[in-house]
């Protein structure tokens, strides 16, 4: 028990952790607040520059900007009508008319403390989830991972996308993507045309940085000459009566968005638009109309938003498989320092679960102190340009890229991907698969190959395994529900 | 606010694209190793293209469906690549090739101050002042504190641009 309190208070104890976790949140507000940077992006491109850090110096931070960031998109949303982050969407509906009327410093105080609230509960139930599913997932086997593995792209290219033809395809390039280089197998070439550039593969890094950093700053490209609207904002700290008035809806609202974090695919965003939804029919009288100013509207998604940062945080570290793109991100982060994210990463490194547990903890404290404070130099940033946010990106993204192998030919890639990324996202497609079938793609190919292995390179044999065993059967019917549920005539049925 | 339901300009052309790219992709990954058994290295790249082959198809089959927008070679331009963007890219390419010749911090300075220049019309005093700021910063971040460790470029090592 004390060795676990240790472990929990390392980032609480260690001036430079705390600086790093402190830095981060803050960070991570004004990344998150800022139209056009988003917390994906700062992560990706964080990673390239930490991986030669000690782990948990580059989790302090990273955590930090992650915590800051789902919070961050809130304070654009209530003061500019622009959600900073998709998870702020929900926010921009009740917070905007909020600031109208000039409440903008109230919505904010309200936001901060149940976003505070939201992230706490997040983290509590990690802290009791995570154990309980790891000592399951430890009968997991290779087929299983494989399954898993599946389950998690398709879920993300099925909930997050326009279509599943578009998440599938998504998910299958960034698989490709994934498989290029020697096989780690058999040492062949891989879609490598003979270039050496080639066969070590590409970094997923790179990969991230240009779907989301340069594909993004070319998206943006269409509002360069948006204008900001300028709020006025007064009192912050929100008055106890208000607090414990929406303390019941915050913590359903929590509730919920740890649940729908602790999926898959799903994330802030949706848990932030699902809790706004259940909001709206479970309040009878709001004072004010949702859509008017309703502080209900303002606190649900924003409480749902914050929980969802740990909930996704249990399906990561337990089973391996990222509960959204900032996770998909933290896991590569694990992978880089030698980490193996799975249920024996709590048996094997339990110090590293419970420094998540705690640094996550100390960073929704940050969140209450900078979110309450530091308003008006706020306001200043966050009106900052596009047309001067834009060529930073790109700067940022190539030096993320360089800086990985000190390798130029990865600043190209990444600026590649981009174009491609920038094309998908014109059409409708989300980048967030592709990016999570570069990281799981080998983690697939890997278990593929041991169950078939196991099996015998026997076809019949490799089926009969996947239904026969209770864990695999769940999975594989989880599989094949998610692609009836996709077809045509069970969507007819439905409607 | 754009859905599934509408037409975007281009997007049968980037169906079929897409069809012709899942196409080669599939037909190079079964040059890996073919059929020649279930644990083979190419299993696993032939079963990923054959999802973008198949899903690609469904996309194009999904935009076919669609009712035509009428929109012509124009509306593609102006929706999928405005000038904005092309010079944007354009330049973002310029600067990825000097690189190695300039350096990355003298690249980034000329970067950031043609694209700043370029997209907030302010002058170019207040584009190189901000462009030499945020070197300034970048240097101090990524070369003092991260320790990463820029490319210098072949002009200031050799005196030649292109090595």
């Not at chain 1, 402190?22 to 700062?42: D, E, F, H, N, R």
């Not at chain 2, 950031?112 to 005093?125: D, E, H």
Request: overall charge positive; proline content about 5%.
């Amino acid at each position: 028990m004390m060795e676990t309190l240790g472990f929990f208070a390392t980032s609480w104890l260690d001036p430079g952790l705390l600086f790093l976790t402190a830095v981060g949140t803050l960070a991570g507000i004004y990344v998150g607040a800022i139209p056009g940077l988003s917390v994906t992006m700062a992560t990706s491109i964080l990673i390239s520059f930490t991986f030669k850090w000690d782990v948990n110096e580059a989790l302090a931070l990273i955590a930090g900007v992650y915590v800051g960031g789902v919070y961050g998109g809130a304070r654009t949303a209530i003061l500019l009508n622009i959600p900073g982050a998709p998870s702020a969407i929900a926010t921009a509906l009740d917070g905007y008319p909020l600031a109208k009327k000039g409440l903008a410093g109230e919505a904010i105080g309200l936001s901060t403390v149940m976003s505070v609230i939201g992230g706490l509960i997040g983290v509590l139930a990690l802290a009791l989830a995570a154990p309980l599913i790891a000592d399951f997932a430890i009968k997991f086997t290779s087929r299983d991972y494989m399954l898993l593995g599946i389950i998690g792209i398709l879920l993300v290219g099925t909930l997050s996308g326009e279509s599943f033809a578009k998440g599938a395809f998504a998910g299958a390039l960034g698989v490709m993507i994934g498989m290029i280089g020697l096989d780690p197998m058999t040492a062949e070439a891989r879609f490598t045309y003979g270039s050496i550039n080639l066969m070590g593969g590409i970094p997923f890094v790179v990969a991230m940085i240009g779907f989301f950093g340069v594909a993004e700053a070319l998206v943006q490209l269409e509002h360069v000459a948006r204008t900001p609207i300028k709020q006025a904002v007064t009192r912050i700290v929100p008055s106890w009566p208000d607090v414990r008035r929406y303390l019941v809806l915050g913590l359903k609202s929590s509730g919920l968005g740890t649940l729908i974090g602790a999926l898959p695919g799903t994330g802030g965003d949706i848990a932030a638009l699902l809790a706004y939804d259940q909001a709206k029919r479970s309040t009878k009288n709001p004072e004010v109309p949702f859509g008017e100013g309703a502080k209900e509207g303002l606190i649900a998604p924003e409480t749902a938003n914050n929980a969802a940062v740990g909930g996704a945080f249990v399906p990561m570290l337990t089973l391996g498989i990222p509960g959204d793109a900032v996770t998909a991100i933290i896991i590569g982060a694990l992978f880089i320092h030698g980490l193996k994210p799975g249920p024996l990463l709590l048996t094997d490194t339990p110090h590293l679960f419970w420094f998540i547990v705690g640094n996550l903890t100390l960073a929704n404290l940050f969140l209450l102190v900078f979110g309450l404070t530091g308003i008006r130099i706020f306001t200043k940033v966050v009106e900052c340009p596009r047309a001067i946010l834009i060529p930073l990106i790109v700067v940022l993204s190539a030096v993320g890229a360089y800086a990985i192998q000190n390798n130029p030919i990865h600043i190209t890639w990444a600026l590649a991907f981009g174009v491609v990324g920038y094309l998908l996202k014109r059409y409708g497609f989300q980048v967030g698969p592709v990016i999570l079938g570069v990281i799981l793609g080998p983690l697939i190919d890997a278990n593929y190959r041991r169950a078939m292995i196991g099996a015998r390179e026997d076809v019949g044999q490799f089926f009969t395994d996947l239904i026969s065993h209770p864990i695999s059967l769940v999975l594989s019917c989880t599989l094949i529900f998610m692609l009836v549920t996709q077809l045509p005539f069970y969507k007819r049925r439905r409607r | 606010m754009e859905t599934s339901n509408q037409l975007r300009p281009g997007e049968r052309l980037f169906a079929l694209l897409l069809v012709l790219v899942a196409g080669f992709v599939f037909a190079e990954a079964h040059a890996i190793s073919g059929f020649r058994g279930l644990t083979t290295g190419g299993v696993m790249p032939m079963l990923a293209a054959g999802v973008m082959l198949l899903s690609s198809l469904l996309i194009l089959a999904d935009t076919l469906r669609k009712p035509r927008n009428g929109s012509g070679i124009q509306a593609l331009i102006a929706y999928l690549l405005p000038l904005r963007v092309v010079l944007f890219a354009g330049l973002v390419t310029v600067y990825a090739a000097l690189i190695p010749g300039l350096g990355f911090l003298a690249a980034s300075g000329a970067f950031l101050f043609v694209a700043i220049w370029g997209l907030w019309r302010r002058g170019p005093v207040l584009a190189a002042a901000l462009s030499t700021l945020s070197i300034l910063a970048i240097y101090l971040l990524f070369r003092v504190v991260f320790q990463v460790v820029l490319p210098l470029g072949s002009l200031w090592q050799t005196g030649k641009l292109w090595s």
